[in-house]
């Protein structure tokens, strides 16, 4: 049981991968004041708008209270044994393979461990996919490609020791804002100079000493260019490149077919030479450079080759694992990497193992698992489509919406409803085209009620502590999987007390017959007490049995985790589009976010301070498009694809390139009439990561 904790309680923000500390006081009365935590490594006591308002979005009006059955309020036990039922029944009938869960970067590392543990261990099929897929996926896969691991291989000290951030594909000012804060800081202390590329004019590149402005999808031509000037201009770090590197000759000749001169590259990125020029000159003449990159490299059908090209160049330069340079993947959602690291996404095993026989062998042994999946499973995209062919027949879905945020959102809708069976676990209520389709619905507990732990973008793993109350009957979720897991036969292999016993186990996971090949060690954690894990700090890993302190930094000596220890570079497929526009759809829509809101607005909706800085949907469409098809700045416009169409306010703005829109994610059907931009989306998807293309779908629009 969770009790009310009047006493400040040191937590961490609800939303994006920076993982601020946060410090939360109960009022009594289901409120809290938030402050920014001093003694968090990540923010040092800064917090954005978001983290500032989390006391804003406390009420609980909007939540689920009580478990239901078609609609209809039920017991907890009666919902589990449902759940239980519908699961086993498809199980018997069709396989394990005919079941599926779907997770979020939103739920705590425990949650994760054990969902994955019991689809992947126990019932015997890996379809558990997570909307990580929608977020990183790429990012994952550049990384396990590159380092043999998925590994970030710096820290946030990085952005302030740093002479050159280049930030790609991110608008870091609105989407990581604590982390601008420190580059701004930089800025000021040191003189970093700050280079953006970005397609739109967001305020981060409006902020930066220069601005690429590259052509949509065209990326990779960029860092192409890049290898070959470092090459060219002598920056190769031989000795780097000779002990720790294989595949530099293959993947400078790829460069060079990509990107054979500088006015070809300037071209087909639609940059000025000038401008290309100072972005190589600088970037090549600056040891102590980190390069950003986050959903605008991500979201891309040719994601991971982009996350490769930047690999690429700072391995090439041996810019890598060393104070104030590297690359740095900013990610996305609060526990993104916690749940990497359990194995959240359908292609990994937990502790970053994968499905090699000796891999699911090992984990098998350790969780004396009776039904260890062997080979991978569904990911995102694919699930659903397997859902929709009626080849998944039951689904239970946790801490997010795949009828709003994933690509063909209104198909996605449809196929919830053709399951056997649905399961869903939520907060809040009005969840737009999830809970309608649901046979059962489970209430979650919130942030501030929910105890755990989430991994940040540094690798850091902070400690979520609850200071209220869980209203009406709302459950944990990893108490309701793991419950869920008892009725299934597994009682013993989920007979966790608490998640501080998870986590245990999960540690104890990470080191087993690990000779540290296996970067991802976390076993001096495994032996904590409940007192300790209450308590811990936050902490980066790896951190191995008999080490006091996290790892800062990997890889400035080479020691990556490919079977030679070498890293990979990585030649690319030639950058193109997913699909190109057409004469029905000749513009390319671009999604993203908003600087005060967060996802489907479940929770930002609830600040009315957050919903000052945008209040409803809108498409940012270029004056010369806004000419060519008649819209007027404040007017409606319907905006269509080859999956859907929504109809959204009109912004005419020169931040937009001429051929590209702009529309956020936040608006669904419970906030907003027709505005679900998820429809919009294609499901072109990265044929390494599995992550799909939402920043080049073909589009059209036209006055409403
Ligand atoms: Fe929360 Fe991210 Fe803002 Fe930090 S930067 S306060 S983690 S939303």
């Excluded at 009439?673 to 990265?686: N, P, Y």
Aim: hydrophobic share 40%; net charge neutral; aromatic share 6%.
């Amino acid at each position: 049981t969770i009790t009310h904790a009047p006493a400040p309680v040191r937590t961490t923000c609800a939303y994006c991968g920076v993982g601020c500390g946060v410090v939360a006081t109960a009022d009594g009365k289901g409120g809290a004041t938030i402050a920014g935590d001093a003694a968090h490594p990540a923010n040092q006591g800064r917090l954005c708008v978001k983290g500032a308002a989390l006391g804003e979005t406390l009420a609980t009006g909007h939540r689920l209270l009580h478990p239901t059955i078609h609609g209809v309020r039920t017991t907890w036990n009666r919902a589990l044994d449902a759940v239980t039922k519908g699961f086993r029944d498809t199980i018997e009938r069709h396989g394990p393979d005919a079941v599926a869960l779907y997770l979020s970067g939103q739920l705590l590392t425990e949650d994760y461990y054990v969902a994955n543990k019991l689809m992947k261990g126990f019932i015997g099929s890996a379809n558990v996919d997570t909307n990580s897929r929608l977020c990183m996926a790429s990012t994952v896969a550049g990384h396990r490609r590159a380092f043999g691991a998925d590994i970030v291989p710096g820290c946030y000290e990085d952005l302030d020791e740093a002479d050159l951030v280049v930030l790609t594909g991110s608008n870091t000012a609105w989407c990581h804002p604590v982390l601008w804060q420190r580059i701004e800081q930089a800025r000021t202390r040191r003189g970093t100079r700050v280079v953006v590329i970005d397609p739109r004019r967001t305020v981060t590149a409006d902020s930066a000493d220069l601005h690429l402005a590259v052509a949509p999808g065209m990326d990779a031509v960029l860092f192409a260019r890049l290898l070959v000037e470092i090459a060219e201009g002598g920056a190769v770090d031989t000795n780097y490149v000779t002990r720790h590197t294989d595949g530099f000759e293959a993947a400078l000749a790829n460069a060079r077919e990509i990107a054979p001169s500088r006015a070809d590259a300037a071209a087909r990125c639609a940059l000025t030479e000038q401008a290309l020029a100072a972005f190589l000159d600088w970037w090549i003449e600056t040891p102590r450079v980190v390069t950003c990159f986050s959903q605008g490299i991500n979201q891309s059908a040719q994601g991971t080759d982009k996350v490769n090209a930047i690999l690429n160049v700072h391995l090439a330069a041996g810019r890598i694992g060393r104070p104030g340079c590297g690359p740095f993947s900013l990610t996305g959602q609060p526990n993104a990497m916690g749940g990497r690291e359990v194995g959240g996404l359908a292609n990994q095993l937990a502790a970053h193992m994968g499905f090699s026989p000796d891999e699911v062998d090992r984990v098998g042994r350790f969780w004396q698992a009776p039904g260890m999946a062997g080979k991978e499973g569904r990911k995102a995209v694919s699930m659903f489509e397997a859902i929709e062919r009626g080849e998944i027949r039951a689904l239970w879905v946790l801490c997010t919406n795949p009828a709003a945020s994933l690509p063909r959102a209104d198909a996605m809708r449809s196929a919830l409803r053709q399951l056997d069976f649905l399961a869903v676990s939520e907060v809040s209520a009005h969840v737009d085209g999830l809970a309608e389709a649901a046979t059962v619905v489970l209430p979650s507990a919130a942030w501030g009620e929910k105890n755990g732990t989430v991994t940040n973008s540094e690798r850091r793993i902070s400690r979520q502590r609850p200071f209220l109350a869980p209203p009406g009957e709302a459950q944990p979720d990893w108490w309701q999987i793991c419950e869920v897991a008892r009725r299934l036969g597994h009682g013993q292999a989920f007979d966790f007390a608490s998640p501080a016993a998870i986590f245990r186990e999960h540690a104890a996971l990470s080191a087993f017959e690990n000779d540290g090949a296996r970067l991802f060690d976390i076993g001096g954690l495994a032996d904590l007490t409940d007192q300790a894990y209450d308590a811990l700090e936050p902490v980066q890993w790896p951190l191995p049995s008999g080490r006091d302190a996290g790892t800062q930094r990997l890889f400035a000596d080479g020691g990556f985790a490919h079977a030679d220890g070498c890293a990979r570079l990585v030649p690319l497929a030639p950058p193109a589009l997913s699909a190109p526009p057409t004469a029905e759809h000749p513009l390319l829509l671009n999604t993203g976010r908003v600087r005060d809101h967060w996802h489907t607005m479940t929770r930002t909706g609830l600040s009315p301070r957050l919903a000052q800085h945008r209040n409803a949907p809108f498409v940012e469409v270029h004056p010369a498009d806004a000419e060519r098809f008649g819209l007027e700045d404040g007017a409606f416009a319907a905006v269509s694809t080859r999956q859907g169409q929504v109809e959204l306010r009109v912004v005419v703005t020169d931040s937009q390139q001429p051929g590209s829109i702009f529309a956020p994610i936040h608006w669904t059907d419970a906030n907003a009439a027709r505005a679900r931009v998820g429809s919009l989306v294609h499901a072109r998807t990265d044929p390494v990561s599995g992550q799909p293309d939402s920043k080049t779908v073909p589009a059209s629009i036209r006055p409403w």
